[in-house]
């Protein structure tokens, strides 16, 4: 770990949550401590992957919900909403951000922490800010990809999106009937040259390949839901 931050050292006498963090060789144990709820987790090489940023927080079950920040940023009900969703107990715990090493990786604690580690108190500042002190690529690499991420989340509706789509699969089929049938529609033309050019700004070889990793995506998530439901 290059550097842990967090909020505020823990005071018996004025705090009534804590975050208690050991070392154990390459892991970090955290204990959190909300009200009467305590969870343990535990950081390690096993969750390392590059460039990414973690955040972990307490449910209302006793546990800890650890999620990658890449989603939680792209959650369309905003962090409140994220967390209700996730019946979270209070808020965000801890954000851990993995560069091109385990060892090249920040820990930021949000709560009133007690340890033996050197830790960095920091009192209200931002992560996003300690994160690039400590490693400056962070602005132009991770961070750059989520404020890209969220610009296009605001721009475009997704409902809008899916209505589109579903649109131009009807169309779609129009036009593969017609030509089954011996009649294709007189506005086929007129639609293939509307579309052709405006489906990605990738070239053909990579927006298939990037059909093809979520096509992957979207059908493991649906196996895994009609195994579960």
Same mark, same amino acid.
């Given at each position: 770990m290059r550097k842990i931050y967090a909020f505020t050292t823990f005071d018996e006498n004025k705090d009534f949550n804590k975050v208690q963090l050991t070392q154990q060789g390459d892991n970090y144990v955290i204990s959190a401590s909300y009200g009467s709820d305590t969870a343990t987790y535990t950081i390690s090489p096993d969750m390392f992957k590059p460039q990414s940023k973690f955040i972990g927080f307490l449910t209302v079950d006793g546990d800890f919900k650890v999620v990658d920040d890449w989603k939680f940023n792209s959650a369309q009900e905003g962090k409140t909403g994220y967390l209700a969703h996730y019946r979270a107990v209070g808020d965000i715990t801890f954000n851990v951000y993995f560069h091109d090493s385990y060892e090249e990786s920040v820990l930021f604690i949000n709560y009133p922490i007690q340890t033996e580690l050197d830790v960095e108190i920091t009192g209200n500042a931002w992560v996003h800010d300690k994160?690039? +002190?400590?490693?400056? +690529?962070?602005?132009?690499?991770?961070?750059r990809k989520i404020k890209a991420k969220r610009e296009i989340l605001t721009s475009i509706n997704p409902i809008d999106s899916i209505v589109a789509l579903e649109q131009q699969v009807d169309l779609l089929t129009k036009i593969v009937k017609g030509q089954i049938d011996g009649s294709v529609p007189s506005w086929s033309n007129d639609y293939f040259s509307k579309i052709e050019g405006k489906t990605s700004s990738a070239n053909e070889n990579e927006t298939l390949t990037k059909i093809e990793e979520h096509k992957t995506k979207v059908r493991e998530a649906q196996t895994k839901y009609f195994n579960d439901r």
């Open positions: 994160i690039a +002190e400590t490693i400056p +690529e962070y602005n132009n690499g991770y961070l």
